[in-house]
């Protein structure tokens, strides 16, 4: 077969595969309407919501699956990732069918791991990393860390400062951003519209942390997949790409500051709810746990639902999807520095070039040198800045080499017998 003649047959059937997966909209699918929650509270959050989900055909979608599995060779890297892509949207389509039943977890599991499944290391999970956080997180309490920010923006504040954001990043390619009643999260972004949740209260940080999550990655990897002429599959958000997005995310919140500490512990408290699910406890068990956890009870219904949402409100089938926050973190974070260590920061661009999964990097590199995958045309400000992104991963990867016990060790020695200082208040 002639090169164009390959080229043509790849195109064809990325073309094939995005077509499949426009209609496998999960989080829009397994939305709840606003009245569940009120019926909930109304009810005194004692008893279990009732919920039911529209029932999902996914007849053409596996159709088109089917056919395009005809045309791979399983033996050919390039045809290996798009038959993975096949089946990561053949179980999406099944977890949509599968609704309110036992066969939802399986595809779950699937696609998005449970709070066991190892990470890239093979050793941790991402339970076992919650865990980890949560029990660092308690031993602040002895800590005066200061008042924390007060959620007092609103959605419209945070419309308008997003509204500029994406406006200066994007020009004419920048999203609709709206406020809207009913949404899985307090934001969701997609290449054209940036919903932002009606209700849901806001710190000045929080603001920083969605502009930089949701616009400036979600957004930019959105607008870099459509600006593909030829393969279209790269402006598909189907789950096998998620672990990726979420990852490079949620380190866009750390590099650039917008992190905090009870964001990161959000996101440890929903693995260690996932898990609980898992283990059989019901709605009311996970919405207590997070409501002493927090004591927002309008918040706990929305971080429980998160976990139940899809599956059966009576424990042991949850949505596994928050489980990828601290994985792809993980992954983006130790692959950027691998990338550093390899001198191969010129896959940078090819990381934003669409919705991906990071191990696909060597594929993409093998179509762009085709001439069939284009580099990122958006980076998030923090990717452009090549200065302080290298320093800081040259750094990251000089610290990985230092055995960190025994410095530990040594320091925690040191510290034992200096007297505690008492700090001025207004230092605190």
């Not at 005194?44 to 029932?55: C, G, T």
């Not at 990897?221 to 990852?247: C, F, M, V």
């Not at 040198?369 to 990122?376: E, H, N, R, T, V």
Request: charged share 20%; net charge negative; proline share 4%.
């Amino acid at each position: 077969m002639s090169l164009e003649k390959e080229k043509q047959r790849i195109r064809n059937v990325s073309d094939q595969l995005y077509q499949a997966s426009r209609s496998l909209r999960v989080l829009g699918h397994l939305s709840w309407d606003a009245s569940i929650k009120q019926q909930f509270f109304a009810n005194n959050a004692k008893e279990l919501p009732v919920v039911s989900y529209e029932k999902f055909d996914a007849t053409e979608t596996l159709n088109i699956i089917e056919a395009v599995r005809t045309k791979l060779n399983p033996n050919n890297p390039i045809d290996q990732w798009l038959l993975g892509i096949a089946q990561d949207l053949e179980n999406t389509a099944k977890l949509l069918q599968s609704t309110a039943t036992p066969d939802f977890y399986k595809y779950s599991c699937d696609l998005y791991g449970t709070p066991t499944s190892p990470l890239v290391d093979q050793t941790n999970t991402s339970l076992g990393l919650a865990n980890q956080l949560a029990d660092l997180f308690a031993s602040f309490d002895m800590i005066d860390l200061g008042d924390p920010d007060v959620a007092a923006i609103d959605a419209d504040t945070v419309a308008a400062a997003m509204h500029k954001a994406t406006q200066s990043m994007f020009a004419d390619n920048a999203p609709e951003v709206s406020v809207v009643d009913t949404l899985s999260a307090n934001a969701l972004a997609g290449a054209t519209r940036i919903r932002i949740r009606r209700g849901a209260k806001f710190t000045d940080k929080d603001i920083q942390q969605l502009i930089n999550h949701e616009a400036y990655v979600h957004v930019a990897t959105s607008l870099n997949g459509r600006n593909q002429p030829d393969l279209k599959i790269l402006a598909s958000s189907y789950p096998g790409t998620t672990r990726t997005q979420e990852g490079l995310a949620v380190f866009a919140e750390f590099i650039t500051g917008s992190m905090d500490i009870d964001r990161m512990h959000r996101l440890a408290d929903r693995v260690i709810a996932i898990q609980m699910a898992v283990d059989g406890a019901d709605f009311l068990q996970v919405y207590q746990y997070f409501l002493d956890r927090i004591g927002e009870p309008d918040q706990s219904f929305e971080n429980t639902r998160r976990v139940f949402r899809g599956g059966t409100l009576t424990g042991g089938v949850p949505f596994t999807k928050d489980i990828v926050y601290l994985d792809g973190l993980l992954r983006v974070h130790n692959f950027m520095r691998s990338m550093v260590a390899t001198k191969r920061t010129d896959v940078l661009r090819m990381l934003f070039c669409g919705k991906l999964d990071l191990e696909n990097i060597p594929v993409l590199c093998e179509l762009a040198s085709m001439d069939l995958c284009q580099p990122a045309t958006y980076l998030p400000p923090w990717a452009s800045d090549l200065r302080f992104l290298l320093a800081y991963l040259t750094y990251s990867s000089f610290l990985n080499k230092i055995d960190l016990s025994q410095v530990n060790i040594h320091y925690q020695q040191l510290l034992n017998d200096a007297p505690i200082v008492a700090c001025p208040e207004n230092l605190k």
